[in-house]
């Protein structure tokens, strides 16, 4: 992942998609202060945990900017989070989740929200990467309720 995001940054240089190089810098800048931090070679899964809070926090930035009417703005985090999207894994669609959330239900036998907290970890353990977690949480709400 490390090597594609370099061969990538180089590229947008030399096409000079300011946009892009300065999402991969920021990126790749989150990168080494989690490698720093955890004091060890990153692997792919921690880098993907890493795309998912971006993601994450340009999501909420993009409500709040549209809230606020501020336009412009909220375009330039939508461009930016599909840059990012871009380096996720290919996500799991809402019927393929739904389905996931359904069987985990039934294959652990949990009837109350108060099991919410297990059936996410479960859930979390074989989505992670794959699905918005908040999503997941949402629909085991509703499953549950």
């Known amino acids: 992942m490390n090597e594609k995001l370099t061969n990538d940054l180089k590229e947008a240089m030399m096409a000079r998609d300011e946009l892009r190089v300065s999402t991969i810098r920021f990126l790749m800048a989150d990168m080494k202060n989690l490698k ?3 004091q060890r070679e990153l692997e792919d899964e921690d880098i993907a945990i890493l795309l998912e ?3 994450k926090r340009h999501r909420e930035s993009i409500e709040a900017f549209e809230k606020g009417n501020r336009t412009e703005m909220a375009a330039k985090e939508k461009k930016e989070l599909s840059i990012l999207q871009s380096y996720l894994p290919e996500q ?13 239900i039934a294959s652990s036998g ?3 929200i108060t099991e919410m907290g297990r059936l996410r970890g479960m859930l ?7 699905a918005d977690m908040g999503l997941v949480s949402d629909l085991v709400k509703q499953k549950l309720s």
């Open 110 to 112: 949990a009837s109350s």
């Open 36 to 38: 720093i931090e955890k």
């Open 53 to 55: 809070r971006q993601v």
């Open 92 to 104: 799991m669609s809402r019927e393929e989740i739904e389905k996931e959330v359904t069987l985990v």
């Open 124 to 130: 979390s353990a074989k989505l992670k990467g794959k």
